[in-house]
Every structure is written in C-alpha cells, then in structure tokens.
C-alpha cells in the first residue's frame, strides 16, 4: 500500500531541535520517494553532508535512519520516528523523535519545516 503522504520533491529546515541534535535552521533537507522507500540528502550548518533512508507507512509515518559528516569531521549516525502533518496552506511540518547510535547516545526530539 502506497503512503498518503507523498514526500518526493519537498525541500525541509528544521525549525525546532534539543540541545543534542545537530540540525539547525541552517541545515536544509531535499526529499526523495519511490513507493513506500524515502531517502534525502542534507547539509548546512554544523552539518557538511549527510543522508537519511526511511520506509513510509500507510499514513506517511517515517523509520529512519541518518548518517552525517558534521563540519568537526565527526561521523555521526542515527535512527528517528517521523510524524507528518500537514499544515493549511499544505506544506507539511515533519515531528521527530531521534536517537544517536554514535558519540553520547542521547535522545531527542526536532520539528522540520517545509520549505516553499
């Protein structure tokens, strides 16, 4: 069954993230989609490079996996939970719960922002 949220195409920043995280407002997302398999590549920030992988569920729920390069050198990596939700003017607004599976192992929690 195909997702109710079709990602392919959507540009993200993040709006909100922990302490822990990463990812700024500075950090940009380009969204891809074939089927249920969504992937994006992303930088900016403290971020040189990174990518993420993820199986999109019926409502459009992310599994994901990141990894990035941040602009200290270090390789980082990570697994997160992605809630859509669409916004009135139809971009969507993504809601994350992540965790390292690198350096300290922490928890988070981020919210991105399509960007039009």
């Known amino acids: 069954m195909d997702p ?10 993040a709006a909100e993230n922990s302490a822990s995280g990463e990812v700024s407002q500075k950090t940009v997302f380009d969204y891809h989609q074939e089927g249920h398999i969504v992937w994006a590549t992303y930088r900016g920030g403290s971020i040189a490079f990174g990518t993420l992988i993820a199986t999109a569920d019926a409502e459009g729920l992310l599994d994901m996996r990141y990894q990035h390069v941040n602009t200290a050198g270090a390789l980082m990596t990570g697994v997160c939970e992605t809630t859509p939700e669409v916004l009135p003017d139809g971009r969507l607004r993504l809601h994350e719960r ?6 300290d192992q922490s928890e988070g929690t981020s919210t991105l922002e399509e960007i039009r």
């Open 98 to 103: 992540w965790r390292w599976t690198s350096g």
């Open 4 to 13: 109710s949220i079709d990602y392919d195409g959507r540009r993200f920043h």
